[in-house]
């Protein structure tokens, strides 16, 4: 049996709650073991209790740093247990605050402007050591009707394995790694459907999540890049908008949509 990487548990303010949700979804559905109240205390158990044998037991602690986070008491209370109790503490900076004393000679993982990024910086470091045996298998063939996350996650379920440290990885037999790539590509195109769906709703922060998801399967992705920077120009984020443009433009600079995108909120600014 396969050796997995260790507990962790995961501390944040309450204003948080939202992100960390999201997050340790994310991470579990990489393969991270991860710990959390808000989906790890049952009904009827004593809250104080529960949060008390986790950060016990996890001997890995993810300390979710924002404002709210260094202001409150018992986040602070766990980090320090937990680097009493000599564990394994990894800072994420959510928001910008000033970091605490105790924490400032650890590397921290950036979540403040690219979450795809940091969601592959922290799953490098967090998910099981192994691949799972599914991601072994050959790919189910699709049948029925799915949505395209569905078809997506079903066609692409190989893509986890791209979450691994190189070092960890297996060594992939022949045709494996093509699949594996084709997994990959299919989970972002289902991503980025998502994406233009919320944003043709108007739901730009929703269509930003689907279109960082895209990009966490498939960074190279110029369609989900440039769809992302529309949805940061339509919320008023023209920095962000005009560094996704730009970056479409340096993988295929004959992406005229993007030229053009970026263009005209080019000329919008200069006004």
């Known amino acids: 049996m396969a050796e997995e990487s260790p507990k962790t548990f995961f501390s944040y303010a309450r204003e948080d709650s939202e992100f960390a949700l999201r997050l340790v979804k994310d991470l579990r559905a990489a393969g991270a073991d991860v710990w959390l109240d808000q989906l790890d205390i049952g009904p009827g158990q004593r809250w104080d209790s529960a949060v008390e044998n986790a950060l016990r037991a996890c001997p890995r602690h993810v300390t979710i740093l924002s404002p709210g986070a260094v202001n409150s008491q018992n986040v602070m209370d766990e980090v320090s247990y937990a680097l009493e109790e000599r564990k394994q ?17 650890l590397q ?29 298998s050959p790919m189910a063939p699709i049948e029925g009707p799915h949505t395209p996350l569905q078809a997506g996650i079903q ?18 037999p022949t045709g494996e790694a093509e699949r594996r790539e084709e997994g990959r590509r299919e989970l972002a195109k289902a991503y980025n459907k998502l994406g233009l ?14 279109y960082n998801q895209a990009l966490l399967f498939h960074p190279k992705d110029g369609v989900a890049l440039n769809n992302r920077g529309i949805a940061y120009e339509h919320k008023g ?3 962000q908008a005009m560094q996704d443009y730009e970056q ?9 949509k993007a030229r053009a995108s970026r263009d005209t909120l080019a000329a919008k600014l200069v006004k």
């Not at 503490?89 to 000679?105: E, K």
Request: aromatic share 8%.
């Open 108 to 136: 921290y993982i950036d979540f403040r402007t690219d979450y795809a990024r940091g969601l592959r910086d922290l799953s490098s470091v967090l998910v099981i050591k192994d691949a799972p045996a599914v991601l072994a």
């Open 197 to 210: 769906a919320y944003a043709g709703k108007k739901d730009y922060d929703r269509a930003i999540q689907h």
């Open 237 to 239: 984020q023209y920095n």
């Open 89 to 105: 503490v990894i800072p994420l900076l959510y928001r910008d605050c000033t970091v605490p004393f105790r924490l400032r000679r």
């Open 248 to 256: 479409t433009l340096k993988l295929d600079p004959n992406n005229a």
């Open 155 to 172: 066609a692409g379920s190989v893509a986890q394995s791209t979450l691994m440290p190189k070092q960890q990885r297996r060594k992939i």
